[in-house]
């Protein structure tokens, strides 16, 4: 009997991150690869230029996501990122799945007959098939690019990335404040479910929600009074309202040694080869096929 | 809940993006009025406690379990403005430390999460606490209804967006009800959620609920000859008058109307969904046009102007300017006079708090 609720314990504390790490370490994996040393604003702006390349692909144009496919499961063999970790992240997706299985029954368009088994045929819309592969195919490719950045970069170094890219700096200290102590307001909930439990309540039906509700009162009473501790607490260390460490620091002296400074433009030309491989292959495809001309059979 | 990359096309996705980059922009000038000096700090771990809440998973039945969003709990708890820069934070950092929702989907997140469920929650329960009984009780039930509405709400912000920059055509008449039909029954469990955890914050902590009346902490002077005046107890900021800090709004509706003026130029010019659906099934020939298809702004183009591309930018900025002008309108017919309430009473027999 002991062992389920231990089993339980554990399920649960893996859930967030998945790697069963530290929450505030989110999925960072350290290493050093050619990724996980690249300048993390550097990183943050051609993964995103990538993903916008791969949105801007046309769906009827499947070569042009194997191209993406390619490009991307490289950047992934060079970050030396197990492909497990990376499978099971996109797990993540599953919602959208469900979304792109319900898509060709569900389109506006015209419908043909589906055979899915001998003598059992679904009408099925062309346009929701395409679109079904296509919101797999860019879903994915944009969970794993996510992965690529979130498991080369440590949140430290993700919060000086957002601060070296003009992101409002008291947007990046909420930020910073939120990394830091998520760990903790996430400790306080776990504490509170421990006690649950160890007075043998478990939530089980709808009429149990209000004691869990009561949990998350009391957890924000905590965390608001937490913040103004650590408020005092800075004040009395004389802070005067501005993170050092967000504004100023680069990344983190570590297992990922920073590119100097003189090295910004050498790391830029480096990393800008994915995303512009992408918006290359998008142009190309835009180019070989008319995205709206496409009919079945054609 | 997350919409991830892909399922809109790439100029919804960026001017998602800028929406929600300047409503999160003048948040940030309005955070430290609404929760004081220890902004950082405070936000931050609002946030974190927003993060944790959606890790709860309420048991909804046959085996089944749901968690919160937490946009209409956060705005009813530290005020509209904390509460969107908090679900921006909380958003930001799921896709970008935990890849939870796309990279470039996260100006959608943030606009349909952050923005929507926090700006209508917001505005539905203070309507609803106008019209309820004036006590801290009443906060509970107002913020329930909040999140009812605020749930469905962004559904439909979804169709709208999907209906404009969406890649597979979808009949969004039966778009909108399975979103509705389905984000209806997830706005019922975030109502009960929300409403009981604000009830319990009322019960221990009602000044640290902002749709309490009167939570905002006064303070009561008393003259020698015995007369009492009240006066709000945190200071004005001086750094409030910073001119940066009062041209953020002007700023902001200056980027809306150039979006409004540019972008609508790149706008389809064929049959929207209902028109659309309408046609398919043969309303439209019957349909008159409304009784302002002859107005200057019929099917968003300005009479008078031959260009077709300077009429629809003209018809944008006049619609933006119109919105604004309702918006404005609306606000101070509901606006709630909350500095006419007394303040909270400490409850009795809690003296060694007090």
Request: with cysteine; proline share 7%.
């Given at each position: 009997?002991?062992?389920?609720?231990?089993?339980?314990?554990?399920?649960?504390?893996?859930?967030?991150?998945?790697?069963?790490?530290?929450?505030?370490?989110?999925?960072?994996?350290?290493?050093?690869?050619?990724?996980?040393?690249?300048?993390?604003?550097?990183?943050?702006?051609?993964?995103?230029?990538?993903?916008?390349?791969?949105?801007?692909?046309p769906r009827d144009q499947v070569?042009a996501?194997?191209?993406?496919?390619?490009?991307?499961?490289?950047?992934?063999?060079?970050?030396?990122?197990?492909?497990?970790?990376?499978?099971?992240?996109?797990?993540?997706?599953?919602?959208?799945?469900?979304?792109?299985?319900?898509?060709?029954?569900?389109?506006?368009?015209?419908?043909?007959?589906?055979?899915?088994?001998?003598?059992?045929?679904?009408?099925?819309?062309?346009?929701?098939?395409l679109?079904?592969v296509n919101?797999?195919?860019?879903?994915?490719?944009?969970?794993?690019?996510?992965?690529?950045?979130?498991?080369?970069?440590?949140?430290?170094?993700?919060?000086?990335?957002?601060?070296?890219?003009?992101?409002?700096?008291?947007?990046?200290?909420?930020?910073?404040?939120?990394?830091?102590?998520?760990?903790?307001?996430?400790?306080?909930?776990?504490?509170?479910?421990?006690?649950?439990?160890?007075?043998?309540?478990?939530?089980?039906?709808?009429?149990?929600?209000?004691?869990?509700?009561?949990?998350?009162?009391?957890?924000?009473?905590?965390?608001?009074?937490?913040?103004?501790?650590?408020?005092?607490?800075?004040?009395?260390?004389?802070?005067?309202?501005?993170?050092?460490?967000?504004?100023?620091?680069?990344?983190?002296?570590?297992?990922?040694?920073?590119?100097?400074?003189?090295?910004?433009?050498?790391?830029?030309?480096?990393?800008?080869?994915?995303?512009?491989?992408?918006?290359?292959?998008?142009?190309?495809s835009?180019?070989?096929g008319d995205a709206?001309a496409w009919?079945?059979?054609? | 809940?997350?919409?991830?990359?892909?399922?809109?096309?790439?100029?919804?996705?960026?001017?998602?993006?800028?929406?929600?980059?300047?409503?999160?922009?003048?948040?940030?000038?309005?955070?430290?009025?609404?929760?004081?000096?220890?902004?950082?700090?405070?936000?931050?771990?609002?946030?974190?406690?927003?993060?944790?809440?959606?890790?709860?998973?309420?048991?909804?039945?046959?085996?089944?379990?749901?968690?919160?969003?937490?946009?209409?709990?956060?705005?009813?708890?530290?005020?509209?403005?904390?509460?969107?820069?908090?679900?921006?934070?909380?958003?930001?950092?799921?896709?970008?430390?935990?890849?939870?929702?796309?990279?470039?989907?996260?100006?959608?997140?943030?606009?349909?999460?952050?923005?929507?469920?926090?700006?209508?929650?917001?505005?539905?329960?203070?309507?609803?606490?106008?019209?309820?009984?004036?006590?801290?009780?009443?906060?509970?039930?107002?913020?329930?209804?909040?999140?009812?509405?605020?749930?469905?709400?962004?559904?439909?912000?979804?169709?709208?967006?999907?209906?404009?920059?969406?890649?597979?055509?979808?009949?969004?008449?039966?778009?909108?009800?399975?979103?509705?039909?389905?984000?209806?029954?997830?706005?019922?469990?975030?109502?009960?959620?929300?409403?009981?955890?604000?009830?319990?914050?009322?019960?221990?902590?009602?000044?640290?609920?902002?749709?309490?009346?009167?939570?905002?902490?006064?303070?009561?002077?008393?003259?020698?000859?015995?007369?009492?005046?009240?006066?709000?107890?945190?200071?004005?900021?001086?750094?409030?008058?910073?001119?940066?800090?009062?041209?953020?709004?002007?700023?902001?509706?200056?980027?809306?109307?150039?979006?409004?003026?540019?972008?609508?130029?790149?706008?389809?010019?064929?049959?929207?969904?209902?028109?659309?659906?309408?046609?398919?099934?043969?309303?439209?020939?019957?349909?008159?046009?409304?009784?302002?298809?002859?107005?200057?702004?019929?099917?968003?183009?300005?009479?008078?102007?031959?260009?077709?591309?300077?009429?629809?930018?003209?018809?944008?900025?006049?619609?933006?300017?119109?919105?604004?002008?309702?918006?404005?309108?609306?606000?101070?017919?509901?606006?709630?006079?909350?500095?006419?309430?007394?303040?909270?009473?400490?409850?009795?027999?809690?003296?060694?708090?007090?």
């Amino acid at each position: 009997m002991a062992s389920v609720p231990a089993r339980r314990a554990v399920a649960r504390r893996r859930r967030p991150g998945v790697t069963g790490g530290r929450l505030s370490e989110g999925l960072y994996v350290p290493g050093r690869s050619p990724v996980h040393r690249l300048p993390p604003h550097v990183k943050l702006v051609c993964l995103l230029g990538f993903v916008l390349g791969v949105v801007a692909t046309p769906r009827d144009q499947v070569w042009a996501f194997g191209l993406h496919a390619a490009a991307l499961a490289g950047v992934v063999a060079l970050a030396r990122l197990r492909p497990a970790l990376v499978l099971r992240r996109a797990v993540v997706e599953a919602p959208v799945v469900v979304f792109a299985v319900a898509l060709p029954f569900v389109a506006a368009g015209e419908r043909v007959a589906l055979p899915l088994a001998p003598g059992w045929a679904v009408p099925v819309t062309v346009a929701g098939v395409l679109g079904a592969v296509n919101v797999l195919a860019k879903a994915t490719l944009g969970v794993v690019a996510a992965v690529v950045l979130a498991a080369t970069t440590r949140p430290t170094e993700i919060v000086a990335a957002l601060s070296r890219l003009r992101v409002p700096a008291t947007f990046v200290a909420i930020l910073h404040f939120m990394i830091v102590y998520v760990e903790v307001v996430v400790a306080d909930l776990r504490r509170m479910r421990i006690a649950r439990e160890a007075r043998g309540f478990r939530a089980r039906h709808a009429g149990h929600v209000p004691v869990l509700a009561r949990s998350a009162a009391a957890l924000f009473v905590r965390a608001y009074e937490r913040g103004e501790r650590v408020h005092q607490a800075m004040i009395a260390r004389g802070w005067t309202g501005v993170l050092p460490a967000a504004t100023t620091a680069g990344p983190l002296a570590g297992d990922a040694p920073a590119a100097g400074p003189g090295a910004g433009a050498a790391a830029w030309a480096r990393a800008a080869v994915l995303p512009l491989a992408a918006v290359a292959v998008a142009a190309a495809s835009l180019a070989a096929g008319d995205a709206t001309a496409w009919r079945p059979g054609a | 809940m997350h919409v991830p990359d892909g399922l809109l096309d790439v100029p919804t996705s960026v001017a998602t993006g800028l929406v929600a980059a300047g409503a999160v922009t003048v948040a940030l000038h309005q955070v430290r009025r609404e929760i004081g000096e220890a902004t950082a700090p405070r936000a931050g771990l609002v946030a974190a406690f927003v993060f944790a809440a959606q890790l709860v998973s309420f048991p909804v039945g046959v085996g089944t379990s749901g968690h919160l969003l937490g946009g209409a709990l956060a705005a009813a708890l530290v005020g509209p403005w904390t509460a969107v820069v908090c679900l921006t934070v909380v958003l930001s950092v799921q896709a970008l430390l935990f890849a939870d929702g796309g990279l470039s989907a996260l100006g959608t997140n943030v606009l349909l999460v952050g923005v929507v469920t926090v700006a209508v929650g917001w505005l539905v329960a203070r309507g609803a606490a106008a019209v309820l009984p004036r006590r801290p009780a009443s906060a509970a039930p107002a913020a329930a209804l909040g999140a009812l509405v605020s749930v469905p709400a962004a559904a439909l912000g979804f169709v709208g967006l999907y209906t404009v920059g969406g890649v597979t055509d979808l009949d969004p008449v039966r778009l909108t009800q399975v979103m509705l039909g389905w984000h209806l029954a997830i706005g019922v469990g975030e109502a009960v959620i929300t409403g009981l955890t604000v009830a319990a914050v009322v019960a221990t902590r009602p000044d640290l609920v902002r749709l309490v009346p009167g939570s905002r902490r006064r303070l009561s002077i008393t003259a020698p000859d015995g007369a009492t005046t009240e006066v709000d107890a945190t200071p004005p900021d001086p750094r409030e008058r910073d001119r940066r800090v009062r041209a953020a709004p002007a700023v902001a509706l200056a980027v809306t109307l150039a979006l409004a003026g540019a972008a609508s130029g790149f706008a389809s010019t064929s049959p929207d969904g209902l028109e659309y659906v309408a046609g398919r099934l043969g309303i439209l020939s019957t349909a008159e046009d409304s009784v302002v298809a002859g107005g200057p702004l019929a099917d968003y183009s300005v009479v008078g102007i031959d260009d077709a591309t300077l009429a629809t930018g003209l018809a944008g900025v006049a619609g933006v300017a119109a919105t604004l002008a309702l918006v404005l309108l609306l606000s101070r017919l509901t606006a709630v006079r909350w500095r006419r309430f007394p303040p909270v009473e400490p409850s009795r027999g809690d003296g060694a708090r007090a």
